[in-house]
């Protein structure tokens, strides 16, 4: 079955890495997403990976993707207090492209 | 801004009434979906269409949710005879709609329109 999976919390100190762990089940996905959800707004895309790359980097986020064990990554370099929310991993079905979410990862940040 | 817009961005109903909603997709995208999102969880696949076709509605749209993409632009989504599960975040992304197998179709999702049904 399809099923993707996050830790509910994460929290790091301004100025440290920020790593956000995903796994999922189908192994035929060929994207996978990281989104950003802050308060009371909507879903805004920060990047994604294709199945037959191992790491994506985009300035302070670098996506890890190890398909052998289905795990996926985002590492936020350097974190800000901007960089608090709840970020969403998310498998694409490769058949018609609708997306299976993970339940996110809040992001809590300590001065 | 020609991001993709969802209005009103909060809804208070009562019970037992209907509540329409509306989406405007990034211009150039043929597809558009509709999410339910609640508190905690991620957002759960309602419906989508390509271009003006409904081409597949999940099992929890029940029969009091209708959307609807009339000239394949702007999509409307309308709950009649509110209940209180019905309460939640209810956000709308649109993408360009490629073939299956060539390239990554991304979705880009509106600030969603919160419904309160009391």
């Known amino acids: 079955g399809e099923d993707v999976e996050q830790s509910l919390f994460l929290s790091v100190r301004e100025g440290d890495s920020s790593v956000i762990n995903c796994t999922y089940t189908d192994s035929s996905s060929t994207y996978l997403y990281w989104y950003k959800q802050e308060p009371g707004a909507g879903l805004q895309l920060l990047t994604y990976?294709?199945?037959n790359m191992d790491m994506k980097q985009d300035q302070r986020l670098t996506v890890l993707l190890n398909k052998k064990d289905k795990h996926l990554s985002l590492r936020i370099a350097d974190t800000q207090t901007g960089d608090s929310a709840i970020y969403f991993c998310?498998?694409?079905?490769?058949?018609?492209?609708?997306?299976?979410w993970g339940a996110g990862t809040k992001l809590i940040i300590k001065p | 801004d020609t991001g993709v817009s969802q209005n009103p961005r909060h809804k208070i109903t009562k019970r037992g009434q209907n509540v329409t909603f509306r989406c405007d997709p990034i211009s150039e995208h043929n597809r558009l979906y509709w999410y339910r999102q609640t508190l905690g969880q991620g957002p759960e696949f309602l419906t989508y269409f390509q271009n003006e076709a409904q081409l597949e509605k999940s099992r929890l749209l029940s029969d009091r949710f209708s959307a609807e993409r009339p000239k394949g632009s702007f999509s409307t989504l309308e709950i009649q005879r509110t209940e209180q599960g019905d309460s939640a975040m209810y956000l709308c992304a649109s993408s360009l709609g490629l073939v299956a197998g060539i390239g990554t179709d991304t979705q880009y999702f509106g600030p969603g329109t919160r419904l309160t049904v009391l």
């Open positions: 990976i294709f199945s």
């Open positions: 998310a498998e694409s079905v490769p058949s018609n492209y609708q997306l299976i």
